[in-house]
């Protein structure tokens, strides 16, 4: 088998042309060719990338770029391998593994919610980039009450364990119980910044989900684990905080 082939009835869902059952009939009427022989049956093998595919002699033009929404869950790493820990790739539909997708970022392993999976490099760069300041923000459970004083101390910006002062950070405090609960906006993405963030103002992160990243929310319909595809308008709100 070529090198990231994938059935034709999925190189053809991905590509749009209809459900599973829809692209069985024009496979089956003899409206797709693979390298210019007609093929009957969808289950067959085709490399997005070496074989030309055609419907009614044209050619499908599998999408270069794909743009996911992952609701990771804890438990996994956001990496592309991994020789012993589930990835946030293995939450990825079959018919979209062709376009090595790697996540813009990293969530921590017990770190769940929102992360986007896509293989534009040029985007990812854009969002990551730390003159960029993009806003990610998260939910955060820690030991101890959150209050006001904490939400002016981010608003300095805070002091981590290796000296470094972080950039001035919003803190909503959601609930200033014995077990706080609060939202925190950062504007850089420091190595485990959001937990070192609470150990500076001597608190332990005991949940931690990202909820927003670049003007983009996570959807709350989707259960962790579940991934889709970005919508038009969620593609303009990650643009216009220059995520190309
Ligand atoms: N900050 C953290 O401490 N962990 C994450 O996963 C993300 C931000």
Request: glycine letters at 6%; aromatic letters at 6%; zero cysteines.
């Given at each position: 088998m070529k090198k990231n082939?994938?059935?034709?009835?999925k190189f053809l869902a991905s590509a749009g042309y209809g459900s599973r059952k829809e692209i069985k009939g024009i496979v089956r009427d003899g409206k797709v060719a693979v390298n210019g022989q007609t093929v009957k049956d969808s289950?067959?093998?085709v490399s997005p990338v070496d074989d030309t595919v055609t419907v009614d002699g044209l050619q499908v033009l599998s999408r270069e770029f794909v743009y996911l929404m992952l609701n990771k869950p804890a438990g996994c790493v956001s990496a592309t391998t991994d020789t012993r820990e589930q990835t946030v790739l293995d939450f990825v539909p079959e018919n979209y593994r062709?376009?090595?997708?790697f996540p813009v970022g990293r969530l921590d392993k017990d770190t769940e919610g929102l992360l986007l999976l896509t293989n534009d490099g040029k985007m990812a760069h854009g969002l990551l980039a730390p003159k960029k300041h993009v806003p990610k923000t998260y939910f955060v459970k820690?030991?101890?009450p959150v209050t006001e004083v904490h939400a002016a101390k981010m608003a300095q910006g805070v002091v981590l364990d290796d000296g470094y002062l972080t950039r001035p950070a919003a803190l909503r405090v959601l609930e200033s119980g014995d077990n706080g609960e609060a939202e925190l906006t950062i504007y850089e993405g420091k190595f485990h910044q959001v937990k070192r963030m609470f150990k500076s103002l001597g608190m332990e992160v005991l949940y931690l989900k990202r909820i927003a990243m670049g003007g983009l929310s996570l959807d709350i319909s989707l259960q962790p684990g579940e991934v889709r595809e970005l919508t038009p308008e969620e593609m303009g709100l990650l643009k216009n905080c220059g995520g190309y």
């Open positions: 082939s994938i059935r034709l009835d289950s067959v093998h062709h376009f090595e997708l820690v030991n101890g």
